[in-house]
C-alpha cells in the first residue's frame, strides 16, 4: 500500500505543469512517427520487405515495451543515480521500508502519463498485427513478464554503479546507446546478419524489447524457441541475483555524509 | 548609430564572449574524471550509430538514393551539427529555464550587459563538447567514409559551410523559442526537448530527399531543423542546387532572428521577478 501511495504521489506531481504532459505526449509520438517513416523509406528499397504496416506495428509494440519495462534510459536506475549523487538516498536507508521498491514506484509514477500512452501504443500496435495465434499471445505475455524481470535486474546494476563511481552517469550513457541497438529498439534483430545475430541473443538486451515483439510471430515450441525461452529464463534469473547481490554490497560499503 | 556606439557594441560582447569561453574552460577542466565517461558516451554512441547503418546497408543498397557512403557523411554532417548546437546554443538554453526558476533572471538582467547576448553564449564549450566529446568519435565516422568516392567543387563546398553555419542560427532561434515559455509556465523543459527531438529525428536521421516539398517548408523553414545537415549534405552530394538553398537558409535565418529579438522583449514584457 505504501509504495502505491507513492506511486500515487509522484504521478500527481507531474499534474501541476499541464503543458509539459502535453509535450511528454508528443514526444512519443513524434519518436513513433519518425521511427515509422524512417523504415517506410527502408522498405522501398529493402529485400526482403517487411511491410511499412509490419515496421508500424514492431516500432509500436517496442518504444511501448521499453517504456513499460524500462530498459532503455531505465527511469528506475535514473531514480537510483539520482538520489544517490545527491545524498536524499539517506532519507530513505533510514526509514523502515525496501529501497528499491520505493524508487521502483516513483519512477513509475513520475512517468506515469508515458506508461499509459505506452500501453495505448501497443495495443494499436497489436491491432496493425495481431498475434497469429492464441498460443502467440502467451509467448508474448511470457517473454514480456520475463522482459520486465531482466529490465528490473539490469535498472538495478546501472543504478548502484553511481555508489561506486563519479563517471557513472558517463557510463550508463555508453551502456545505453548499446542497448538502444541491441535490444531491437532501433532496428530489428532479425535484420542483423546471421552469426551477430546468434551472438547477442546470448546476451540479456535483446530479450528486453526485441524477444516480447518477435513472440507475436511463435506458433510453437520448435528447438529456436526452447533455445530463447532457456536464455531469458537464465538472463531473468541470473541478472537480478546479481543485480541484488551487487546492491546489497554496495549499501555495506556506502558511507553517508551527514550526522 | 555612431561609430563610437558600433565599435563599443562589438568591443562588450567581444570581452563577454572572451570570459564566458575562459570560465567555463576551467569549469569544465576542474573534474579530470567526468572528461573519460564523457568521451565513452559519445564513442559508444557513434560506434553502435555505425552498426546500425552497417546493418541497414546489409539489407539495401540505398535509402531515398543515399549509398551507404553517401549516409555515412549525412551521418558525420550530423554529428558535427549536434556538437556545435550542444556546445554553443543548446545547454545555455537549457540552463536559461534553471535561471528563470531560481531566480538568477534577475541577476542578469539587472547588470549592465547586453541580456540576450549573454544568454546565449553563456557558456561555450569548445573543449567539452567539442575537442574532448566530439572528436574521438568523429574521427571514427571519417576513417569509416570513402573520401575519394565524392568530388566537392568549390561551390558546393563553400555553400555547404555557409548552410551550416545559417543552420546553426535557425537551430538556436528554435531552441529559443522552445525555452522562452517558461516565463509564462514556469516550467518547459519537455518543451525545449520536444524541439530536440524533432531536430534530432528531422535533421539529422532522415536525408531531404526522404521528405516531400511539404515537409521540407515545414522542416526547413517554419520548423527549420533541417538547414544544418540535411540542406548541407545534400549540396555536398550535388543533390541540391547550392544556390537556392542558400538563399532559403538566409531568408529564414534573417527572419528567425528578427522573431527571436521580438519574443525576446515581448517577454520580458511580460516577466515578473522571482524576487520579492
Known amino acids: ?259 | 548609430m555612431k561609430q563610437s556606439e558600433f565599435k563599443l557594441f562589438f568591443k562588450e560582447r567581444f570581452i563577454l564572449l572572451k570570459a564566458n569561453i575562459v570560465f567555463t574552460f576551467q569549469k569544465e577542466t576542474a573534474y579530470w574524471a567526468d572528461n573519460w565517461a564523457s568521451i565513452l558516451s559519445t564513442v559508444f554512441y557513434t560506434l553502435s550509430m555505425l552498426i546500425f547503418i552497417n546493418v541497414l546497408y546489409t539489407n539495401v543498397t540505398t535509402i531515398v538514393g543515399y549509398s551507404k557512403n553517401d549516409m555515412l557523411l549525412f551521418f558525420f554532417i550530423g554529428q558535427m551539427t549536434f556538437y556545435t548546437t550542444w556546445a554553443i546554443s543548446a545547454q545555455n538554453m537549457q540552463e536559461f529555464i534553471l535561471d528563470v526558476n531560481r531566480g538568477d533572471l534577475d541577476m542578469i538582467l539587472t547588470k549592465p550587459l547586453p541580456a540576450l547576448f549573454y544568454i546565449t553564449f553563456k557558456r561555450v564549450r569548445i573543449f567539452s563538447n567539442i575537442i574532448r566529446d566530439g572528436i574521438p568519435p568523429t574521427i571514427a565516422i571519417v576513417l569509416a567514409i570513402d573520401w575519394s568516392a565524392f568530388h566537392f567543387g568549390f561551390l558546393s563546398l563553400s555553400s555547404a559551410i555557409a548552410l551550416f553555419f545559417l543552420g546553426q542560427i535557425c537551430l538556436h532561434v528554435l531552441q529559443f523559442v522552445s525555452v522562452i515559455p517558461v516565463i509564462w509556465l514556469g516550467e518547459s523543459t519537455s518543451i525545449f526537448k520536444l524541439a530536440f527531438d524533432v531536430e534530432s529525428y528531422a535533421g539529422r536521421f532522415i536525408p531531404l530527399e526522404g521528405f516531400n516539398m511539404y515537409f521540407r517548408v515545414l522542416f526547413g523553414a517554419i520548423f527549420p531543423v533541417m538547414i544544418s545537415t540535411s540542406f548541407t549534405t545534400s549540396v555536398l552530394l550535388g543533390k541540391s542546387n547550392p544556390i537556392t538553398l542558400l538563399i532559403w537558409a538566409m531568408i529564414v535565418s534573417i527572419i528567425g532572428l528578427i522573431i527571436r529579438g521580438v519574443v525576446w522583449r515581448f517577454a520580458l514584457r511580460s516577466y515578473t521577478s522571482a524576487s520579492s
Open chain 1, 1 to 259: 500500500m505504501l509504495y502505491l501511495n507513492i506511486l500515487r504521489f509522484s504521478f500527481l506531481r507531474f499534474f501541476s505543469y499541464p503543458y509539459e504532459i502535453i509535450a511528454t505526449f508528443l514526444r512519443t509520438v513524434v519518436e513513433i512517427a519518425f521511427l515509422i517513416f524512417f523504415w517506410s523509406l527502408f522498405t522501398k528499397n529493402a529485400h526482403d520487405s517487411f511491410g511499412v504496416v509490419g515496421f508500424a506495428s514492431y516500432f509500436l509494440i517496442a518504444s511501448g515495451i521499453n517504456e513499460l519495462v524500462m530498459a532503455q534510459w531505465g527511469k528506475f536506475a535514473g531514480a537510483i543515480g539520482e538520489a544517490i549523487k545527491t545524498g536524499t538516498i539517506n532519507n530513505y536507508l533510514l526509514k523502515p521500508l525496501s529501497v528499491l521498491p520505493v524508487f521502483y514506484a516513483i519512477a513509475v509514477g513520475r512517468h506515469g502519463v508515458n506508461k499509459i500512452l505506452a500501453i495505448v501504443t501497443i495495443v494499436i500496435g497489436l491491432l496493425l498485427q495481431p498475434p497469429q495465434t492464441f498460443q502467440s499471445f502467451l509467448f508474448f505475455l511470457f517473454f514480456f513478464i520475463n522482459a520486465l524481470f531482466i529490465a528490473y535486474g539490469w535498472n538495478i546494476l546501472e543504478g548502484t554503479m553511481f555508489f561506486h563511481s563519479a563517471d557513472a552517469r558517463g557510463m550508463r550513457n555508453a551502456v545505453n546507446h548499446i542497448i538502444g541497438v541491441f535490444s531491437g529498439l532501433l532496428i530489428p534483430i532479425s535484420l542483423f546478419p546471421e552469426p551477430f545475430k546468434g551472438f547477442f541473443k546470448m546476451t540479456p538486451f535483446p530479450w528486453m524489447i526485441f524477444g516480447p515483439v518477435n513472440a507475436l510471430k511463435i506458433t510453437d515450441f520448435s528447438d529456436e524457441v526452447l533455445g530463447d525461452i532457456a536464455i531469458v529464463l537464465f538472463w531473468s534469473l541470473t541478472l537480478n541475483i546479481i543485480a541484488h547481490l551487487f546492491w546489497s554490497w554496495s549499501i555495506k560499503k556506502y558511507e553517508a555524509i551527514g550526522i
